[in-house]
C-alpha cells in the first residue's frame, strides 16, 4: 500500500535526460533567491514610503524590462543559442541587483528595475529552448515540470527567506537575490558544457509541425492562444503585487507570515506537480486540463471576499496553486509541440511576453481598481478574467486538436 505511490514517483521523473537535471538543479539555486520581486510593492510602500500609486509604476516598469527582455531573449536565442543567453542573462541581472539597492527615487528605480528585468528575462525563452534541446517529445512535459519543480521548490525558499530577512533589513532581499544570480551563472558554466554548435537547433531539424506557418508573427491561433493566456497571467501575477499587500494591510499578516504562504505554494508544486502531471497528462486534452486550472484560480479569488480570516487565505493560496499545476505545464508543452527548432525562440519569447505583459498590466490595473472602488472588486474582476479565459481554451479546444497544438 506504501509503495504503490513511491513508485508512481519514481515514474514520474524515470527517463529524464542528466542535463534537464543539471539545468533544473541551476535553476533551484537560482530560485532560492526570488526575494525581491515577492516583496518589491512591500519594499516600496513600507520602507520607501512610496504611494501605492507609485508602486503600481515601479512595478509596470517591471513588467515592461520584462516583455523588452523576453523579446530580446527570443531573438538572440534563434540567432546565436541558448547557452551564452542563459549565463550572461544570470550574471548580469545578479549585477544588476546589486545596483538596484542603492536606488532610492522614483524616477532612479524605475530605470533600474527596468534594466534589471530586460537582463533577467531574456533568461526565460532561452532556458525553455534548452530544455527543448536536450529532451525528447516523449518526455518534454515531464522535463518542463522538472524545471518547475525546481523554480517552485527554489521559490519556497526564497520567499520564506525573504519574509524573515524582510523584517530585518529590506537590503538583505537584494543581497540573496543578486548572489544567487551570480552563483547559478557559474554554475551553468562549470556543470553543463554548451552545444557543439552555437545555435539551438539539434540534428533533427524535421518539424512535425510543417503545416504551420515558418514565424510564430504569422500564426493566428497562436496569436489567440497567446491572448487566452494574458488574461490568465493577469490575475496570477496578483499574487506575487496586490495580494501580499492586501493580506499586510487588509488581513495584518507579517512579513514572515505572507512569507509563509510563499513557502506554501512553492512547496505544494515541488512535492505534486510531478507526479500529477505524470497522471493526469494522458486522460483529457489539454485545452481542457488547462481550462480546469482557470476555474480553480477564478475560485482563488472569488474565496478572498468571503471573509479576511487566515483560513480563507490558505483556501485562496491551494486554489491558485492548484490551478498553476493544471495550467502552466500545459501551456508550455502546447507551445514547445507547435514550433520547431528554427523559431523555437520566437514562439518562446512571445509565450514569456504574455507573463511580461502581465506584470505590466496586473499592479497598474489592480492599482486602478483599489483607488477607486475597493479589494473585493478587484478580486471580482480578476476571477471574472480567468473565467472567460476557461471559455477561450474550451472553445478553441478542436483547433487545437487539429492543428497538433
Not at 150 to 179: K, Q, R, T, V
Not at 188 to 200: A, E, F, G, H, M
Not at 223 to 229: A, C, P, S
Request: aromatic fraction near 14%; charge should be positive; proline fraction near 4%.
Amino acid at each position: 500500500m506504501f509503495l504503490k505511490p513511491l513508485y508512481i514517483y519514481k515514474n514520474a521523473f524515470k527517463g529524464l535526460p542528466k542535463a534537464v537535471w543539471l539545468l533544473s538543479a541551476i535553476m533551484f539555486v537560482n530560485r532560492s533567491g526570488t526575494m525581491v520581486l515577492p516583496f518589491l510593492t512591500l519594499y516600496l510602500t513600507q520602507k520607501l514610503h512610496f504611494s501605492v500609486a507609485d508602486a503600481g509604476i515601479v512595478m509596470a516598469f517591471y513588467g515592461s524590462g520584462a516583455l523588452f527582455g523576453t523579446f530580446l531573449g527570443g531573438k538572440l536565442t534563434d540567432k546565436i543559442g541558448f547557452y551564452p543567453i542563459q549565463f550572461y542573462s544570470l550574471l548580469l541581472s545578479g549585477i544588476a541587483l546589486l545596483v538596484l539597492m542603492q536606488l532610492t527615487s522614483l524616477y532612479s528605480i524605475c530605470a533600474g528595475v527596468f534594466i534589471f528585468t530586460t537582463l533577467g528575462d531574456t533568461f526565460r525563452p532561452a532556458n525553455g529552448a534548452s530544455i527543448a534541446y536536450y529532451s525528447t517529445p516523449e518526455n518534454r512535459t515531464r522535463s518542463y515540470t522538472l524545471n518547475r519543480l525546481a523554480i517552485n521548490l527554489g521559490w519556497s525558499i526564497g520567499g520564506g527567506m525573504g519574509g524573515i530577512l524582510a523584517e530585518m533589513d529590506y537590503n538583505y532581499l537584494f543581497w540573496g537575490d543578486g548572489i544567487t544570480c551570480i552563483v547559478a551563472a557559474i554554475l551553468l558554466r562549470i556543470l553543463i558544457k554548451p552545444p557543439q554548435t552555437d545555435t539551438t537547433q539539434n540534428s533533427d531539424t524535421s518539424s512535425p509541425n510543417n503545416q504551420l506557418p515558418n514565424s510564430a508573427y504569422q500564426d493566428k491561433l497562436y496569436w489567440i492562444f497567446l491572448g487566452l493566456v494574458v488574461m490568465y497571467a493577469i490575475p496570477f501575477f496578483q499574487l506575487f503585487s496586490l495580494e501580499p499587500l492586501y493580506f499586510r494591510t487588509v488581513i495584518k499578516l507579517s512579513e514572515s507570515r505572507i512569507g509563509a504562504f510563499m513557502v506554501f505554494n512553492g512547496l505544494l508544486i515541488a512535492t505534486t506537480e510531478m507526479i500529477f502531471v505524470h497522471t493526469v497528462e494522458k486522460r483529457l486534452p489539454r485545452p481542457v486540463l488547462i481550462a480546469i486550472g482557470l476555474v480553480l484560480t477564478a475560485c482563488s479569488f472569488f474565496v478572498l471576499n468571503v471573509s479576511t480570516t487566515i483560513l480563507i487565505v490558505w483556501f485562496s493560496i491551494a486554489f491558485n496553486t492548484i490551478g498553476e499545476m493544471f495550467a502552466m505545464p500545459f501551456m508550455q508543452t502546447l507551445v514547445v509541440d507547435r514550433a520547431n527548432e528554427t523559431n523555437r525562440g520566437q514562439y518562446l519569447a512571445l509565450y514569456s511576453m504574455c507573463y511580461s505583459i502581465a506584470q505590466i498590466s496586473a499592479p497598474t490595473i489592480g492599482a486602478l481598481i483599489i483607488q477607486k472602488w475597493d479589494f473585493a472588486e478587484l478580486w471580482y474582476f480578476m476571477g471574472t478574467l480567468c473565467l472567460i479565459s476557461m471559455l477561450g481554451f474550451l472553445l478553441l479546444r478542436h483547433h487545437f486538436v487539429k492543428h497538433k497544438v
